[in-house]
């Protein structure tokens, strides 16, 4: 069975920093396309960043320069750096295996990330 676990989420002031972290059981992410991904209350999931199996990266436009994706093959673990964080960023944040759009063969079970005064 595959299980990828997110961690790292919480209450963060505006201009604070998270980072999150995704890591999988069963399945060897340096194989494949990881994604992180969010949802806030009432809107459609939407893409915040893509690593891709050799290590390149790409981030959602509204973000880019704030977030930054990465991954450590030795531990089986992706990561979501998120600095100057704002509360439009609160939603539940989803780690992704082998994703090509809003597509993936697997999801974890999300993680919330709460901006707020």
């Known amino acids: 069975q595959v299980q990828l676990v997110e961690s790292g989420g919480g209450l963060v002031q505006p201009g604070g920093s998270l980072r999150l972290s995704c890591t999988a059981s069963g399945v060897i992410l340096s194989n494949y396309h990881m994604g992180w991904y969010r949802q806030a209350p009432g809107n459609q999931r939407e893409w915040v960043a893509t690593i891709t199996s050799p290590g390149t990266s790409s981030t959602s436009d509204s973000m880019e320069g704030r977030f930054t994706i990465s991954r450590d093959n030795a531990k089986n673990t992706v990561y979501l750096q998120m600095n100057s964080l704002k509360p439009e960023d609160t939603a539940v944040y989803y780690c992704?295996?082998?994703?090509?759009?809003?597509?993936?063969?697997?999801w974890g079970q999300g993680t919330q990330v709460t901006v707020s005064s």
């Open positions: 992704g295996l082998g994703c090509s759009g809003n597509l993936c063969y697997d």
